[in-house]
């Protein structure tokens, strides 16, 4: 196995997925009950990798569409129906022999069955000036009765989801979704996306049509001991001893756990080191390295900040336990409380910190490392 492989900057699979044990159980259970789940994790933490490794356990046929390029109900409704007709084709078989049942369950959709190279092709056509909110109940429903007829269970897995809930807004498609959704028994959805902020406002919302529709199931850092672990294997196979403690630890720390930098940092020891057992020097000198390719684009996500987010991000940095709003920050920031909420508020939304154990954390340790560069050079608050 290559050590890519084992620290993938892209999907974890087999020997490279780390733990997430028990969210794997949970998922599973869900799946294999018919539950639909909904993943929340920030950008880079593994959600994909955890659908996709709980839908292997189930062994149920599956589609996956990605909603981050939709940029109207028109394109949401198109990608929904080509799942929909790819999760036929995967759960049910050859397609000419459930047109009849097609023809059965839909009126405003028109089937359409190409033959090409010999296979028989389906497609969902919506009427002219057809509403994208009704053609998708429509789908959505067909495929679930068409699971029915087989007994069959299937999984649809919905990926950036937060941009259906940007152009529905609360109506039309999300309503479609949870009139199906509630109602199956055959189809289970795993909703999954990295604006959290968005994900939790169309499912805790009373008002949106999503609200408490499912299980919600938040990512956090996978634990020291876990990827130790991890990356002890990775070293046993490589180098046939352990990796020093140091070197481990090392790891541990600049990289704060963030899955994306743990396996970025890994990939580029292993790399650097294919004989020789590396050093903790040597990982600091990867890392380093990171840093520096990365310097753009973590001051342009920077500079995209307001003046009060720069602010309070900079307090952060400088001093994670300090009480945002008690006084001594907030005359060590020039801020008054209403102001730094906002400020926190803005800066949850994009993705730039996270909050647990009553405190708030930089989620990218790339951020976090220019940030804390920023209180002593001050680069990064000029506007």
Not at 281 to 294: G, M, S, T, V
Request: net charge positive.
């Amino acid at each position: 196995m290559r050590m890519r492989d084992y620290f993938p900057l892209g999907i974890a699979a087999g020997n490279a997925f780390c733990n997430r044990n028990a969210e794997t159980e949970l998922l599973c259970s869900n799946i294999k009950n018919g539950k639909h789940t909904l993943l929340i994790a920030t950008r880079r933490y593994g959600k994909s990798s955890l659908a996709l490794h709980a839908i292997q356990l189930s062994g149920l046929p599956h589609v996956e569409t990605d909603f981050y390029m939709a940029s109207n109900e028109k394109m949401i409704e198109a990608y929904i129906l080509n799942g929909v007709v790819e999760l036929i084709g995967k759960a049910l078989g050859s397609v000419d022999k459930l047109v009849a049942s097609i023809k059965k369950y839909i009126k405003s959709l028109q089937p359409k069955i190409n033959i090409g190279t010999g296979n028989f092709q389906l497609e969902l056509q919506p009427a002219i000036n057809s509403d994208p909110a009704s053609n998708v109940k429509e789908a959505l429903l067909l495929i679930e009765k068409l699971l029915s007829e087989k007994n069959q269970q299937a999984i649809f897995l919905m990926d950036e989801f937060q941009n259906v809930g940007v152009i529905a807004q609360g109506k039309g498609i999300e309503a479609a979704i949870r009139h199906v959704a509630q109602k199956s028994k055959y189809l289970t959805i795993i909703f999954s996306g990295s604006n959290r902020k968005m994900l939790q406002t169309m499912f805790d919302d009373e008002n949106r049509p999503l609200y408490k529709l499912c299980w919600k199931l938040a990512l956090n850092r996978i634990s020291a001991e876990h990827y130790i672990t991890h990356i002890k294997n990775a070293a046993k196979l490589t180098w046939k001893k352990n990796l020093p403690e140091l070197c481990l630890h090392k790891i541990l720390n600049v990289t704060e756990r963030h899955p994306f930098y743990i396996n970025k940092l890994c990939d580029r020891i292993w790399s650097y080191h294919p004989q020789d057992l590396p050093q903790e020097n040597d990982i600091d000198i990867a890392w380093q390295k990171i840093l520096d390719e990365e310097r753009s684009d973590a001051i342009k996500e920077l500079s995209l900040l307001s003046p009060g987010q720069k602010t309070v991000l900079l307090q952060i940095a400088k001093n994670p336990e300090s009480q945002l709003t008690g006084k001594q920050a907030l005359m060590e920031m020039n801020m008054n409380s209403s102001s730094v909420m906002t400020a926190l508020d803005g800066l949850e939304e994009k993705d730039v910190i996270e909050r647990g154990d009553e405190k708030y954390q930089i989620i990218n340790p790339v951020i976090k490392y220019y940030a804390e560069k920023g209180t002593r050079s001050h680069v990064l608050i000029q506007n």
